[in-house]
C-alpha cells in the first residue's frame, strides 16, 4: 500500500504534476515570507503570561500612559569633563531630536534643571551628561527603530566626546538592529556550510542542489505559512524565532534529503527503471523519516504548556517548519531527483546492478570492535559521559546581565555602563508601582525604605489609583535590580489595602525568570513522556524505549555539561538565560533521539531476518555514514547561530551542535549499538521479537555483504 503510494508519486507523468503543485503551493506561500517580520513581537512585555504581578500592572498602567511610549537615553562621555560648549550642544541636541517623528517628551539637562528635576542629569565629576526623550511608533516600534537609530546618531555627535544610544528605547534600538539585518547573513552562512558538506559527502558537483532547492523552499513556504498564523492567530513570532526556524528547517531538511538519497542511490543499484527505485526508496525511507519529523514536532508543540508566550510561540512556529520541510522533502525532492536522472550523482553514478559498498567500512570496524565486550563499553561510555555532566554546576541560569547580552559593543550596553559608573540613574527603566490612591503615601513610606531604588515619587493619579515610580540606581538587569524588585514587593505587598502592584523593565524581567524556571519543571518531563510515548508505538517495544530516553538524557546532560565549560573558560560567559535549559533540552532530544529512530527502525528490520546482535552490526554498518553526515549537518546549522551577535543564540547553537555530535559520534554508534548487543532479543519485550537467547554473534568477515542505506 505505502509502495503504492510511493509509487503514485514519483510516476513517470506524476513526478510533473508533483513538482507543479509543490512549486505553485510553496511558491505561493513563499511569497509572503518577507512579511513575517511585520506580525513579530519582540517586546518583552508581551511574553509574560496573564497571571504574572507585571502583566497585571500594565493593565491599570493604560490610564496613565501609552503602552506605546519607549523611554529613551542619550548618554555623553568626555574623560577630562564636559565642557560648557558641549553642554551647549547637549541643548542643540535636544532641540533637532524633538523634530523628529514619533519623538516626544524631550528633556535636556538644562530643562530639568528648571524643572526642579530631583535627579542629575549631570554626574558630580561633570565626565557625564544625559538627555531623555521618549519614542512611540505604535505597534511598529521593532521596524521604525533600525531608521530611527541613525538619524540620532547624526545628531548627537560632539567632537571629543562620546555619544551613546542607550535606555529602554536604545536597547530595542540594538535589538531590533540586529534582528532586522541578521536573518539574511544567517541563512547566508547556513546554507554555504551546508553546501560544503553535501560536497564532500556525496562528491557530486551537481547533486548538493537539489536538496539545498527542496530545503530552501520549505524554509520560504513555512516562513509564508506562519505570516498568516502570526497575523490572524494568538501565535506569538519573535526575532529568535525566526533565526532558530531558519537553522532548523535548513538542517532537518537537509537530514532529511540525505536519508532519502542514501535509500535512492541503494535502490538504483537494484532497479533499472529510476522511477521504479524512487517507489521503492521512499516506501523504506519515509516511515523513518516521518517518526522522524513526528518526534520533533510532538516535543515541540509540548512548548504550547508554557507560562511564557514567547516559549509557548516558538513551539508551534518551529514545528511548523518541520512539518512543512518534511511535505517538501517527501514529494517535491523526490519528484527532482526522478526527473533528473542518474547522472545527478555524476562522477559516482549507482548503476544498475552494480556492487553494494560492503561490510569494511568504518562504522562497520566499529560495531566489530564493540561486539566481543559489549558490556564493558556500554558501562565505560556511560560513565564518562556522566563525569562529563559535571560541567553543568559552571552554568548560572540567573539570566543574563545587560552587559554580557551581546557577543559585539553595542551603544545601549556601553552606555548603561557609563551610566551606574557615573552615578546616575537611566529614567527610562524605572520601577513602577500602581496603587489604591488612599494609600499612596504609605506605599511611598514602605519603599522610601528599600535600598537599591531613589526616593519615590507618585507621578499621576486617575480613577482612585496612583502611580508610583522610583528610579534604579544599578544597571536594570543585574542581580542588584532584581533584589531591588523583590524588595519593593515585599514591602508594598505588606500596605494593607493598597493592592500595590510593581511593574517595570526590572520587574518584567524578574518575572520572565520565575515563569522560566516553572516552565522547566513542567515542560521537560512531558516532552519526555511524549517522547517515550512515539518510540513505544514505532518499535513496539517498552524496554528498547525507556533505554533510549536514557541514553538521550545522558547525552544532554554531557552536552549542558561540556557547554558549561565552554561559556566559561572559552567564551567567558557564564550566565545563561533562565529559559536557556528548557530550548536546549527540547531540541536536543527531539533532534537527537531522530539518530536512535534512524539506526533502531534498521535495527529492527534487520533483527526480524537475522537476530537482533547481528542486526545492530548490520543496522550500523549500514546507516553509519549517512546518519554521520545528517548529524554534521545539523551541528554545523545550529552552530552558525553563534555567528549572531547575540549571547542567547551562541550558547544555544553551541549546545545543541554539540549534542547533536555527542548523539551521532558516541551514543548512537558505542553506546546504543553497545546495549542491543549486550541485551540482545530483550531489548524488544514485550514483544517476540527475537525472543530467542542473547547469544554473541561471531564478529562479521570481510566477506560478508551489507546493504547500504537506511
Not at 279 to 293: E, G, N, V, Y
Not at 353 to 367: F, H, I, N, Y
Request: hydrophobic share 50%.
Amino acid at each position: 500500500m505505502h509502495r503504492q503510494i510511493a509509487g503514485k508519486l514519483t510516476g513517470p507523468v506524476t513526478k510533473w504534476i508533483v513538482l507543479v503543485a509543490v512549486v505553485l503551493i510553496a511558491g505561493g506561500l513563499a511569497s509572503f515570507a518577507g512579511k513575517l517580520v511585520d506580525v513579530q513581537n519582540n517586546e518583552t512585555e508581551s511574553w509574560l503570561p496573564d497571571s504574572a504581578e507585571s502583566t497585571k500592572a500594565f493593565e491599570k498602567l493604560e490610564a496613565f500612559q501609552d503602552p506605546y511610549d519607549v523611554g529613551t537615553t542619550v548618554v555623553y562621555h568626555r574623560s577630562s569633563g564636559l565642557t560648557a560648549a558641549d553642554l551647549s550642544a547637549i541643548e542643540e541636541d535636544a532641540t533637532e531630536i524633538a523634530k523628529l517623528d514619533g519623538v516626544s517628551k524631550v528633556l535636556s539637562p538644562a530643562q530639568a534643571k528648571t524643572a526642579g528635576s530631583p535627579v542629575p542629569f549631570v554626574s558630580e565629576d561633570g565626565q557625564v551628561a544625559k538627555l531623555e526623550f521618549t519614542v512611540n511608533y505604535g505597534d511598529k516600534l521593532w521596524e521604525e527603530l533600525p531608521d530611527l537609530k541613525p538619524e540620532i546618531d547624526k545628531i548627537i555627535k560632539i567632537d571629543g566626546v562620546d555619544s551613546y544610544l542607550a535606555g529602554a528605547g536604545g536597547q530595542s534600538a540594538d535589538a531590533a538592529t540586529v534582528f532586522s539585518s541578521g536573518d539574511g547573513k544567517l541563512l547566508g552562512i547556513t546554507l554555504l556550510v551546508v553546501i560544503l558538506i553535501l560536497l564532500v559527502t556525496y562528491r557530486s558537483p551537481i547533486l548538493w542542489l537539489l536538496p539545498i532547492i527542496s530545503a530552501v523552499v520549505g524554509l520560504g513556504a513555512s516562513m509564508g505559512l506562519l505570516y498568516f498564523l502570526a497575523k490572524n492567530t494568538s501565535l506569538t513570532v519573535n526575532g529568535q524565532t525566526q533565526f532558530i526556524l531558519t537553522v532548523l528547517v535548513i538542517g532537518a531538511g537537509t537530514d532529511y534529503a540525505l536519508l532519502l538519497v542514501a535509500r535512492y542511490r541503494e535502490e538504483l543499484r537494484r532497479h533499472e527503471d529510476r522511477h521504479e527505485a524512487m517507489a521503492f526508496a521512499l516506501h523504506r525511507a519515509a516511515p523513518a523519516i516521518l517518526a522522524s519529523a513526528a518526534t520533533v514536532v510532538v516535543g515541540l508543540l509540548c512548548l504550547m504548556f508554557a507560562d511564557l508566550n514567547s516559549t509557548a510561540g516558538m513551539g508551534p512556529a518551529n514545528a511548523v517548519g518541520v512539518a512543512v520541510t518534511f511535505v517538501v522533502m517527501v514529494t517535491l525532492l523526490p519528484a527532482l531527483l526522478v526527473i533528473c536522472g542518474r547522472w545527478v550523482f555524476w562522477p559516482f553514478v549507482p548503476r544498475f546492478g552494480s556492487e553494494e559498498p560492503t561490510a569494511s567500512g568504518l562504522w562497520a570496524k566499529v560495531g566489530r570492535g564493540i561486539a566481543p565486550r559489549p558490556r564493558i563499553v556500554w558501562v565505560g561510555t556511560a560513565a564518562a559521559l556522566a563525569v562529563v555532566c559535571l560541567g553543568f554546576l559552571r552554568l548560572d541560569t540567573s539570566g543574563i546581565p545587560s552587559d554580557e547580552q551581546y557577543t559585539t559593543t553595542q551603544d545601549s550596553v556601553t552606555g548603561q555602563k557609563i551610566l551606574v559608573e557615573h552615578g546616575l540613574v537611566d529614567a527610562s527603566t524605572p520601577v513602577q508601582v500602581v496603587a489604591n490612591a488612599d494609600e499612596a503615601p504609605a506605599v511611598i513610606e514602605a519603599m522610601s525604605r528599600v535600598e537599591g531604588i531613589a526616593a519615590p515619587v507618585q507621578v499621576a493619579e486617575k480613577d482612585g489609583i496612583a502611580l508610583i515610580v522610583a528610579e534604579l540606581t544599578s544597571d536594570p538587569y543585574s542581580d542588584t535590580a532584581f533584589d531591588a524588585v523583590h524588595d519593593v514587593r515585599r514591602a508594598v505587598h505588606a500596605v494593607p489595602g493598597a493592592d500595590a502592584l510593581t511593574t517595570g523593565m526590572s520587574a518584567v524581567s524578574v518575572d520572565v525568570m520565575d515563569a522560566s524556571s516553572r516552565d522547566n519543571k513542567v515542560i521537560i518531563p512531558i516532552v519526555l513522556g511524549a517522547v517515550l510515548l512515539i518510540l513505544i508505538g514505532l518499535l513496539r517495544s517498552l524496554v528498547s524505549p525507556v533505554l533510549l530516553i536514557g541514553t538521550v538524557i545522558l547525552s544532554f546532560g554531557a552536552a549542558l555539561g561540556i557547554s558549561g565549560l565552554v561559556f566559561d573558560f572559552l567564551y567567558g560567559r557564564e550566565h545563561t538565560d533562565p529559559g536557556f535549559p528548557l530550548f536546549a533540552f527540547v531540541f536536543l532530544v527531539a533532534l537527537g533521539i531522530d539518530y536512535n529512530i534512524f539506526l533502531m527502525t534498521r535495527v529492527r528490520e534487520e533483527a526480524a531476518l537475522h537476530g537482533t546482535r547481528k542486526g545492530s552490526l548490520i543496522a550500523l554498518s549500514s546507516t553509519g555514514g549517512v546518519i554521520t553526515s545528517a548529524g554534521l549537518v545539523l551541528a554545523a546549522t545550529f552552530a552558525m547561530l553563534g555567528t549572531m551577535p547575540m549571547t542567547f543564540t551562541l550558547q544555544l547553537g553551541t549546545t545543541v551542535a554539540l549534542g547533536v555530535l555527542l548523539d551521532t559520534i558516541i551514543v548512537r554508534s558505542v553506546l546504543v549499538t553497545a546495549l542491543n548487543l549486550d541485551l540482545g532479543g530483550r531489548i524488544w519485550w514485550p514483544s517476540k521479537l527475537d525472543a530467542g537467547a542473547p547469544v554473541v554473534e561471531p564478529p562479521a568477515t570481510e566477506q560478508d555483504k551489507v546493504p547500504a542505506g537506511v
